[in-house]
T-cell receptor, first 113, second 112 residues
Framework: KAGVTQTPRYLIKTRGQQVTLSCSPI?????VSWYQQTPGQGLQFLFE???????NKGNFPGRFSGRQFSNSRSEMNVSTLELGDSALYLC????????????FGSGTQLSVL | ELKVEQNPLFLSMQEGKNYTIYCNYS?????LYWYRQDPGKSLESLFV?????AVKQEGRLMASLDTKARLSTLHITAAVHDLSATYFC????????????FGKGTLLTVNP
């Protein structure tokens, strides 16, 4: 069974640009959540989607957005990039999203210059 | 706002020794998770604890949950080098489902 696939693996952008990250969950998983990991702030929740609906959102500015498609694949977008957005962005999937283990992808390492 | 505190943040152990990592959280929840992260890698699920008194064991690791004390422990028995990694606890709830609040992580180094 294929794991959670995130693309791209690495990304370098400059301030003010926007970026789109992609996540393909494990087949049959309908919940996809996104986390930001930085050395200073640790792992922080961005948002969670289930059947194309956002069920929860973390405390991030509106520049961070996401969506989920009918095949459960998800994308997150960050507009007007800031230096502080440099981080590892992790996507995780599960069958229903609560009370079960999350399967994490390898992440997208975003560097903003 | 749910807060999750892990301690210690750094742990250097000798092979063969036992130790415990503690995870305290600030609001009511009965869903707690433990994850492992190797350097440069993603997170791997270790345990899912879903009720008061839950205990799970896998190899040299055992996790427990006391929801009344808002405390989970991850006990390491007879540590081996392969257990060197960062261990995170994460709590779901506090009025917010489908969202995990992570502790800062415990960097475990097991020395020969």
């Amino acid at each position: 069974k294929a794991g959670v696939t995130q693309t791209p693996r690495y990304l370098i952008k400059t301030r003010g640009q926007q970026v789109t990250l992609s996540c393909s969950p494990i087949s049959g998983h309908r919940s996809v959540s996104w986390y930001q990991q930085t050395p200073g702030q640790g792992l922080q929740f961005l948002f969670e989607y289930f059947s194309e609906t956002q069920r929860n959102k973390g405390n991030f500015p509106g520049r961070f957005s996401g969506r989920q498609f009918s095949n459960s694949r998800s994308e997150m977008n960050v507009s007007t990039l800031e230096l502080g957005d440099s981080a590892l962005y992790l996507c995780a999937s599960s069958v229903q999203g609560s009370g079960e283990k999350l399967f994490f992808g390898s992440g997208t390492q975003l560097s903003v210059l | 706002e749910l807060k999750v505190e892990q301690n210690p943040l750094f742990l250097s152990m000798q092979e063969g020794k036992n130790y415990t990592i503690y995870c305290n959280y600030s609001t009511t929840s009965d869903r707690l998770y433990w994850y492992r992260q190797d350097p440069g890698k993603s997170l791997e699920s270790l345990f899912v604890l879903l009720s008061n008194g839950a205990v799970k064991q896998e190899g040299r690791l055992m996790a427990s949950l006391d929801t009344k004390a808002r405390l989970s422990t991850l006990h390491i028995t007879a540590a081996v080098h392969d257990l060197s990694a960062t261990y995170f606890c994460a709590v779901e709830g506090g009025g917010s489902n489908y969202k995990l609040t992570f502790g800062k992580g415990t960097l475990l180094t097991v020395n020969p």
